[in-house]
Structures are given as structure tokens and as C-alpha cells.
């Protein structure tokens, strides 16, 4: 029990000391901490006065110039290599049709086109040969737009065979150019046209005033001036067909020429369709009436000459632009009066009859008939061909 109090003692005095020395140590620290120089204090820096600076002479600084550019060298005696002409489209052409065979290798160049890209003025092959690799092409000569002109002496048929490249796969690029190949075929005229004077036939009348005796009558196309015969027969769409119908009178008493009917058809057959009576009724100029044209008569210098001019035309479903005009030609004395059938009657704004005898053509509406034949003194019909092209 004696030792049991002794420990107890021991252990106080060792905490009390160490207890003493925390003391110590922690007055320590404050005192030292108290001890402790202030911080120092911070300088607001002084302000920056800033001026513009000035130069009493110019800049002599430039940006350098730039490395002089080399002469590009060529190789001597360059040239570009133009492609060899391709002898890959060839035609034959038929009496009313044409047949145009065309190599796939269109170029050349060794590589076949598609065949949807190659067409005849817009028509596609109508055959196609996969061991020749051809395509093979047959029109109508009117057809697949083919142009018709004409020559001195014979008729030209002109078809575009066209080549227009697709592009390639999805893209938008083609590596061919379009190509166009013209062809023509050429065809004899087998109708010689000319202006000169011409013979019908005819049928002789006679009458008791006037002796029996052939008759020669003629039509011509003449010059815009009236003053001579027109070299050419050809015309385009508007211009004006002038015709002057005559009647050689020989030994005859003074003679008056009319036209009793004048038809328009696409071969030399007035029974033929299409047609297109511009003139009938015993001398009533209908074109006028019917189209609105200036077609007319002009009226009369002397009884045996007789002129009228007729707006070119030609038929809507006939590309040759050929067309026949059959006139039907009177000659009765020029002592006989003016009647139905025996006048020259022009539609504007009504009928008027070239002499002033309107009354004559009261008729051209309805029927004119026969009327007298007492004065007839011969007929004759007249054929010729014109060509017609478009403006």
C-alpha cells in the first residue's frame, strides 16, 4: 500500500512537469510572435508619360521586292497533237429514205459511246449490231430533221447525226466533246422549172366573128417591177408570186385573156390531195377571201395581158416545199362585155372586177355557171412547179 502511494506521487510530479513545460513554451511562441517585424509596404508604380514618336526624315524601308520569275522552259519544237480523223460514220442514201451506220468507237480513241448519247437530228438508233459494234440509223428523207436545199440541179437533203456526251457515273464532268457530223444526200431535179414562156394544151372554138385559129397562151412569174420575167423560181413564205397570163393574137381580131381557175397541189395531178383551189369561178381570185392575203389582180394595161400576184404558200404537212400550180386560161374576144364568165375578180372588203364591172362577180360567192359561150373563142391549161422555203 506504501508503494501504491509513492507511484501515485511520481506519476503527479511527471505530469506537473510536463505540464510546466508546455506552459513555457507556448508564452514562448506568443512572446515571439509579438517580437515579429511589420511587412514591408507596397510602391504604387510611378505613372508612364507616352508621346508620339516623330521622325525627322522618311523611312528608307521597303518590303523586299519579290524573286525575279524564271523564263519557263518548253520543249523544242512542241506541237499539239490533233486527232486523226475518224472514218466511223458512213451513209446510204435510198430514193425516199436514208441509212446511216455509225461505229461506237465515234472518235477514235479507242473507246465506244453509249448509244443513247448518238442520235439523228433526235431520233435514236433504230438498230444496233453488237458484233460490229454499230449503230445503225433509217429515216424517212423528210425525217428526223433534215433540211432540204436546193441547187442549180439538184434537190440536198441535209440530216445531223449528234453525238452528246454524258457524264460520267454520278459526277457532272465528260471527258468526250459534242460532235456533230453532217450528211447529205443528193438528188437529181427531176422537174426542170423555168419561167419561160410554155404551150398547153388547148381546145379551139370558133364563132362568127372571129376566125378559127390556134391559140398560144403562156404564164410567167416577173420581176417586183412587172418589167421582166424572173429568173428564179424559187421563193420564201411572204414574198409575192407575181404571174402574168398573155394570148398571142396573130391574125385574130383584139383578144381578151382571163384565167378561169388556178390549183395549187404537192405533184402535177389537180386530183390529188392536198390541193388548194386559190382561184375558180371563172376568174374569182379566192386567196384573198380565204386567208386574208394581199393577193389580187392588178388591173389591165391591154386586153390580151393580164397580171395578179399571189402570197407564197405551202402546204402544212409537206417539208419539200414543191408545189404545182395548174391555171385554166380563156381568151374571148375584146369586144365581148364583162360577165360571169368572162372577168378577173379580187376580194378587199368585197369583190371588185379589175374593167369596174363589179357586177360580175355577184357570183364568185355561189355558183357562176356557164354564162354565154357565144364570144368563147379558145381555153388552154397551164402547168409549171415552184419551189416555196420558209423565211
Known sequence: HANTMSMRSLFCLFCGALAAAAQSDLNWRIQSADQRPDPPEVQEPAAVQQEKQSFHQPLTWRYPEPPAEEEPH???DFELKAP????SVGAVCGESSVRVEANKDLLGIGKPVLSADVTLGGCPATGEDPETQVL????????????LLMSEDSFVYVFMLIYTPSPLGDSSIVRTREVSVRIECHYLRKHDVSSALLKPTWIPFSDTKVSEENLDFSLRLMTDDWQFPRPSTQFLLGDMMKFEVSVKQ???????????SCVATVVPNIDTVPRYVFMGNNGCLFDSQLTGSSSRFLPRSQDDTLQFKVEAFRFQQDESGVIYITCSLRATAATAAVDVTNKACSFSNGWMEVSGSHQACSCCDTDCGTGSQSH???TGKWVCAWLVGST
Open 250 to 260: 396573130f391574125h385574130h381580131a383584139p383578144l381578151r385573156v382571163t384565167v378561169d
Open 376 to 378: 368563147l373563142t379558145g
Open 74 to 76: 518548253y520543249p523544242p
Open 84 to 87: 486523226p480523223a475518224a472514218a
Open 136 to 147: 445503225v440509223f433509217e429515216s424517212e428523207l423528210h425525217g428526223c430533221g433534215s433540211q
